[in-house]
């Protein structure tokens, strides 16, 4: 199994500032990664595939980056919708074993 | 509009088994390319994929759960329903169903999420 392994596991950031997450694979996913944002009491929603690519809807402060085995979401002025938690999620394998990070709560310093 | 609705039992005991159906509408599973997937999180925990099933009716299960995992599909009442056997505590989570949109091109990722369910398992 491929482990998901996010940093920091909480990230303490002002409005306005950027936030850069982290993920690191087990091994390498190329670039089968997707971001998902989590808000309490919310499902994830979709954020990043491909590593890099923005879905639908997504506002242009998010950006991914990334290949093989490390992987970063950028925030790059954070607003108040913002703080949540993220979870990074590798779709690299056949037959499907797909698996997520832990997660990292962003939140209000 | 693609939206997915989960439905279920809130509390099962354990030793039961848990029937949940996910309902969507805005797609068909019966087109070329699509496929439903269950997911899972415990409170206050990380995502943990379950199971798909595609337009062709090919089903895949995560491979610590497969033994009391089944997924199947009505296609003409747009349903995905999930049985989970020998329910334990800690399979207590919130249940999600989401739509994988570019199956056929190796983006297995999940772009529509239902709002959720939560099953607790206790006696």
């Known amino acids: 199994e491929i482990v998901m392994t996010q940093s920091p596991a909480t990230l303490s950031v002002s409005p306005g500032e950027r936030a850069t997450l982290s993920c690191r694979a087990s091994q390498s996913v190329s670039s089968n990664l997707a971001w998902y944002q989590q808000k309490p009491g919310q499902a994830p929603r979709l954020l990043i595939y491909?590593?890099?690519t923005r879905a639908t809807g997504i506002p242009a402060r998010f950006s991914g980056s990334g290949s093989g085995t490390e992987f970063t979401l950028t925030i790059s002025s954070l607003q108040s919708e913002d703080f949540a938690v993220y979870y990074c999620q590798q779709y690299n394998n056949w037959p499907p074993s797909w698996t997520f990070g832990q997660g990292t709560k962003v939140e209000i310093k | 509009q693609v939206t997915l609705r989960e439905s279920g039992p809130a509390l099962v005991k354990p030793t039961q088994t848990l029937t949940l159906t996910c309902t969507f509408s805005?797609?068909?599973?019966?087109?070329?390319?699509?496929?439903v997937s269950w997911v899972r999180q415990p409170p206050g925990k990380a995502l943990e994929w379950l199971a798909l099933i595609d337009w062709d009716d090919d089903k895949y299960y995560s491979t610590s759960l497969k033994t009391r995992l089944t997924i199947s599909k009505d296609t003409s009442k747009n349903q995905v329903v999930l049985t989970m056997t020998n329910m334990d505590p800690v399979d207590t989570a919130t249940y999600y169903c989401?739509?994988?949109?570019?199956?056929?091109?190796?983006?297995?990722?999940?772009?529509?999420w239902g709002q959720g369910t939560l099953v607790t398992v206790s006696s």
């Open positions: 491909g590593a890099s």
């Open positions: 805005g797609f068909s599973l019966s087109t070329s390319g699509m496929c």
């Open positions: 989401a739509r994988i949109p570019d199956y056929g091109g190796g983006g297995y990722y999940f772009d529509y």
